[in-house]
């Protein structure tokens, strides 16, 4: 059912830092800071050549991140995104093995402007699970 690996996406405490640190040291290709306040998020997009990583910084009161940073203070690996073909027949398949949908429920436009649903990371391995419809 899933496809290609979208993102990886790293909780970060520092931005530039670690903008910085792609770009300079790992010479990665990297853009720039965008605020998306309906995720509570400030991401830097790394473009590699077979997938992309996204920088993740708190913005705003009630971030998601700020939590995760609040308990890992350096950073670390927030969740992963898969591709799928249709985000509802995913959805329903995976409701239908007992998987947990977080949130409503209902897909949500993500940062790359196209439905996204997470499942809960207790359900899989310990790690958050984006689904994003391409
Ligand atoms: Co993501």
Same mark, same amino acid.
């Given at each position: ?11 970060? &405490? ?11 040291? @790992? ?16 991401? %830097? ?8 990583? /996204?920088? @993740?910084?708190?913005? #705003? ?5 700020? #939590? ?19 985000? @509802? ?8 093995? #007992? ?6 429920? /209902? &897909?949500?436009? #993500? ?5 996204? @649903?997470?499942?809960? &990371? ?6 958050? %699970?984006?689904?994003?419809? %391409?």
């Amino acid at each position: 059912m899933i496809g290609r690996l979208n993102h990886v996406a790293i909780a970060v &405490p520092d931005l530039t830092v670690a903008a910085d640190q792609y770009r300079d040291t @790992l010479g990665a290709k990297v853009g720039h800071p965008q605020d998306e306040p309906d995720h509570g998020v400030r991401v %830097v997009f790394v473009e590699l050549e077979n997938s992309k990583i /996204e920088l @993740l910084y708190p913005l #705003g009161e009630n971030s998601p991140i700020q #939590g995760f940073l609040d308990k890992n203070p350096s950073g670390g690996m927030h969740h992963i995104c898969y591709e799928v073909e249709n985000i @509802l027949e995913a959805r329903d398949h995976l409701m239908s093995t #007992g998987a947990r949908i977080l949130g409503t429920g /209902e &897909p949500k436009i #993500g940062a790359h402007g196209k439905p996204v @649903l997470f499942l809960h &990371p207790k359900d899989f391995t310990g790690t958050l %699970v984006e689904l994003e419809q %391409v």
